[in-house]
Structures are given as C-alpha cells and as structure tokens.
C-alpha cells in the first residue's frame, strides 16, 4: 500500500500501474470519475500510460481489456458521483473543508454546469477536478438521469479511448516512449483541456457581446426616445 500511495504522489506513473495492476488502473478511474475523495488522482495520464504499456513494445497489458475496462469504470464512477449527488444534495455545501474535500471544488463545478448544461459533463472530462465534481453537481441539480446518462456515454467514451489509443500509439511508433512518459503527458494534458477551454472562451465571449449589444440598443432607444 505504502509503495502505492509513494507513486501517486511522486506521479512515478510507470511504477503504480505495475504495482496496482488492471484492476487497481480501473478503480483509480472509477474514483476519479466521481467520488469525493478521487479528485487528486491522475486519470489522464494514467490513462495514457496505461495505453501505452499496452502497445507491442511492452505488451502489459491487452489493449481491448484496458480500454473496455476503463470506459465501464469512468461511466460507471459518473454514474455514482451523480446518483451520491441527488441523495446527498445540499448537505455537501454544509460540509467543512478537509484533506479531501474542499466546498470550493463543489461550487467551481457548479459553476460550470450551470454555465454550460448537460454538455459540461462531457467537456468536465477533460478538465482535471471538475471532472470529479461535474456528475455530483449534475445530481444535486437534479438534472434528468436519461439527458446525464446521454453525455456521459459520450464524454467517457472519448476521453477514455481516446487517451488509451493515443498512449498505444505513441507507444508504437516512438522507440523506447517509456524515457519520455513526462513530457508527452505534459503536452496530452495540455492538449486534452484546450478544446474545452476555448469553448468556454468562445462562450464567454459571446456573453459579452450579448451585453454590449444590449447596452448599445438601450443607448439608441434613449437617445432615439429621449
């Protein structure tokens, strides 16, 4: 257990995957997806490095079984992290901040759904925290099961696969990729949150442009009217 716990937070992903093996990748991803404690953990990377111990140059694990595993798991932790979320509901913003729970990260989240609706929590995926808090708030929101399930089928089914078939790619074509796990998830984590990000950018933008055009058209109608 100590030699688990050294590798999550010295983030030696190479060493944790080995010591917890397929079951302890999917349980890290369920955690992650949607229960309280797993906001710290490492889903994109993991995810990535997994993949890439799958490709032929080191043979881990069987890619199929990852993927397939891991796309159940981080459906099925959303799934939890709402459901906990509807029956829990407000008494998590009652709650006082500890080693593994911040109100702050709740109320981020819920920003963010409100924000955006029912596509956040496939957008939430790719953002690091938000994805963990993302299904709770869709819960407390009460929003409908069969819309949520709708874009957590899809945020899971992308983000999983795509970060597993990218790290058996690069696992596939770069020689010895192992050397340079750190960089290349610098730069997938980086990539990941980028979409999202200008989304929200775009959104923000358009919001403003929103407002100036109202303020411009109450400018006219005084100075028309006056």
Do not use: C
């Not at 442009?209 to 109202?214: A, S």
Request: net charge positive; charged share 15%; hydrophobic share 50%.
């Amino acid at each position: 257990m100590q030699e688990v716990l050294n590798a999550v937070f010295s983030h030696d992903l190479m060493a944790l995957i080995q010591a917890v093996g397929l079951i302890g990748v999917f349980s890290i991803i369920f955690a992650e997806s949607g229960l309280l404690i797993g906001f710290f953990l490492p889903g994109d990377s993991l995810l990535f490095t997994a993949g890439l111990l799958s490709s032929p140059d080191f043979g881990l694990f069987n890619f199929w079984v990852l993927a397939i595993g891991a796309w159940i798991a981080a459906v099925a932790g959303d799934n939890v992290g709402y459901e906990f979320g509807r029956r829990v509901g407000p008494a998590l913003f009652r709650r006082e901040q500890s080693l593994f729970f911040n109100p702050k990260n709740i109320l981020k989240a819920q920003e963010f759904y409100e924000k955006h609706g029912g596509k956040a929590i496939t957008l939430a995926r790719f953002i690091p925290v938000v994805r963990t808090f993302a299904p709770i708030v869709a819960g407390i929101g009460k929003m409908d099961h069969k819309k949520f399930t709708f874009f957590n089928f899809i945020g899971g089914t992308v983000w999983v696969w795509g970060m597993v078939a990218l790290g058996y790619f690069l696992g596939s074509v770069i020689p010895d990729a192992d050397k340079y796990i750190l960089p290349i998830v610098l730069v997938i984590i980086v990539l990941s949150i980028a979409p999202p990000i200008y989304h929200i950018y775009k959104e923000n933008q358009k919001s403003l442009w929103e407002k100036l055009k109202e303020k411009l058209l109450h400018l006219i109608k005084y100075r028309v009217f006056k």
